[in-house]
């Protein structure tokens, strides 16, 4: 799903893969309220280097398509997910505490988690364990 102005539901969850990771890790992101000035669209996420903050829907999505994971259901559930995720707004970004799809993750389900944090471990666990098999190897 590409960005388009006015087509998200405030309170969804849309990811994509970032250029920084070389398309290979998503960054993630819950849809915010549209300005009420400009009427600019607008999600709520956790910058690398930066803080969880609320920045245009263009300069998040980074000209990259965008994925919706989750949609509210209800008012309830749009409200919750909204409070929630401003509610670490100034939260530092951490790649172990507080990272993109952590802090997502937590406003919908109240779980910090990050599930490419886990594979990109497993993978690098097995990196680990084939470089000390190679050495021992060669002994």
């Known amino acids: ?3 388009v102005p006015g087509q998200f539901v405030p309170g969804s969850i849309a990811r994509f893969k970032s250029k920084r990771y070389g398309h290979l890790l998503h960054h993630w992101g819950v849809i915010d309220w549209p300005d009420v ?3 600019e669209e607008r999600a709520i996420h956790s910058e690398k280097g930066s803080v ?3 920045a245009s829907l263009f300069d998040f999505a980074e000209g ?3 994925e919706i994971l989750w949609v509210p ?3 309830e559930q749009q409200a919750s997910m909204l409070q929630r995720m401003h509610s ?3 939260k530092p970004y951490d790649l172990f505490l507080a990272n993109c799809e952590q802090v997502v993750r937590w406003a919908l389900t109240g779980e910090s988690v990050s599930e490419q944090l886990r594979v990109a471990g497993v993978v ?3 990196g680990l364990a084939a470089w000390a098999l190679s050495k021992s190897a060669r002994k």
Do not use: D, I
């Open 1 to 3: 799903m590409y960005y």
């Open 37 to 39: 000035f400009s009427g």
């Open 52 to 54: 969880v903050k609320t």
């Open 64 to 66: 990259e398509a965008l």
């Open 73 to 75: 259901e209800s008012a």
């Open 88 to 90: 670490l707004e100034g």
């Open 124 to 126: 690098a666990g097995l």
